[in-house]
């Protein structure tokens, strides 16, 4: 009938909503952490090298030291290089010029909800969202902004996940402020401890056993390259707050 064939249309739309939604966020955090792993496996193997070397030489009868010290200076060497990949990975990920354009927010922000939907259904999760009226249009490339607020959105739905008990609400507004739009997305899952506030925005940071620990670190780069901040806070009575700033075309370049 009308109506199955209509359930099931809807039912494939969705699988299809989640599909990409999971697909986008692992794309490029997916292909930074290939590069980096690819890249730093070699310094990483040389160092171990070294730190065998090494204990080769303490073992000796007696102990070599000269060349322990030139082993360990090896290693000294290796990590610092496998620091600098690191770094220009995250360089380039900065340095990526954002494709600008005028951006209503709200509207870029409803097609991620209806993009995530089916993760956020599946996760037993209600949304809620509180657009501000006449909000003026951001200087912003849409895709990327659009990649923090499926990350954010993501991560707050598995967080709540999560959660054996309590209400699983995920709640989304925008507000002008000063210099242009503040967004804000706020969970009631587990939260953040205070000490780990900062910390979850350090690139490999996760808590998650397959995660990346990329999403928040590549978020706050894209925030940042359009002139903004992002940061996070804790929800009362528990939960974890997000929230970022794009400033408005007349304070944006
Ligand atoms: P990943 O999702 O791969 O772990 P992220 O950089 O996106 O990488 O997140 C880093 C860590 O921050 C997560 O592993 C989790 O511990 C914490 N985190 C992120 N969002 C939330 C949230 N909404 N509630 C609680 N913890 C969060």
Same mark, same amino acid.
């Given at each position: 009938?009308?109506?199955?064939?209509?359930? !099931?249309?809807?039912?494939?739309? !969705? +699988? #299809? +909503?989640?599909?990409?939604?999971?697909?986008?966020?692992?794309?490029? #955090?997916?292909?930074?952490?290939?590069?980096? %792993?690819?890249? /730093?496996?070699?310094?990483?193997?040389?160092?171990?090298?070294?730190?065998?070397?090494?204990?080769?030489?303490?073992?000796? +009868?007696?102990?070599?030291? @000269?060349?322990?010290?030139?082993a360990l200076g090896g290693v000294v060497g290796d990590t610092d290089r496998a620091g600098d990949i690191i770094g220009r990975i995250r360089d380039q990920v900065r340095k990526a010029p954002p494709r600008k354009d005028y951006v209503d927010l709200n509207t870029a922000i409803s097609e991620v909800i209806a993009l995530a939907r089916s993760s956020i259904v599946s996760s037993g999760v209600q949304v809620r969202t509180r657009f501000a009226d006449g909000l003026p249009p951001v200087h912003a490339d849409r895709v990327q902004i659009q990649q923090v607020m499926l990350n954010l959105i993501l991560n707050a739905a598995e967080a709540m996940g999560s959660m054996k008990e309590?209400?699983?609400?995920?709640? /989304? %507004?925008?507000? !002008?402020?000063?210099?242009?739009?503040?967004?804000?997305?706020?969970? @009631?899952?587990?939260?953040? +401890?205070?000490? !780990?506030?900062?910390?979850?925005?350090?690139?490999?940071?996760?808590?998650?056993?397959?995660?990346?620990?990329?999403?928040? %670190?590549?978020?706050? %780069?894209?925030?940042?390259?359009h002139g903004g901040r992002l940061w996070a806070e804790e929800n009362e009575p528990h939960g974890a707050v997000f929230k970022f700033t794009v400033p408005g075309h007349e304070a944006g370049s």
């Amino acid at each position: 009938t009308d109506i199955e064939d209509r359930t !099931q249309a809807l039912a494939r739309l !969705q +699988q #299809m +909503q989640s599909d990409f939604a999971r697909m986008n966020r692992v794309g490029i #955090m997916g292909e930074l952490a290939a590069s980096l %792993s690819h890249e /730093i496996t070699q310094p990483i193997a040389s160092a171990r090298n070294n730190a065998r070397a090494a204990l080769n030489f303490m073992d000796k +009868q007696p102990p070599d030291l @000269s060349e322990v010290r030139e082993a360990l200076g090896g290693v000294v060497g290796d990590t610092d290089r496998a620091g600098d990949i690191i770094g220009r990975i995250r360089d380039q990920v900065r340095k990526a010029p954002p494709r600008k354009d005028y951006v209503d927010l709200n509207t870029a922000i409803s097609e991620v909800i209806a993009l995530a939907r089916s993760s956020i259904v599946s996760s037993g999760v209600q949304v809620r969202t509180r657009f501000a009226d006449g909000l003026p249009p951001v200087h912003a490339d849409r895709v990327q902004i659009q990649q923090v607020m499926l990350n954010l959105i993501l991560n707050a739905a598995e967080a709540m996940g999560s959660m054996k008990e309590g209400a699983r609400e995920l709640s /989304i %507004s925008t507000e !002008q402020d000063r210099t242009g739009a503040l967004v804000t997305v706020r969970d @009631s899952g587990p939260g953040i +401890q205070p000490a !780990q506030l900062e910390r979850v925005f350090d690139a490999f940071y996760t808590t998650k056993s397959l995660g990346t620990g990329m999403g928040l %670190s590549i978020c706050r %780069s894209i925030v940042a390259a359009h002139g903004g901040r992002l940061w996070a806070e804790e929800n009362e009575p528990h939960g974890a707050v997000f929230k970022f700033t794009v400033p408005g075309h007349e304070a944006g370049s």
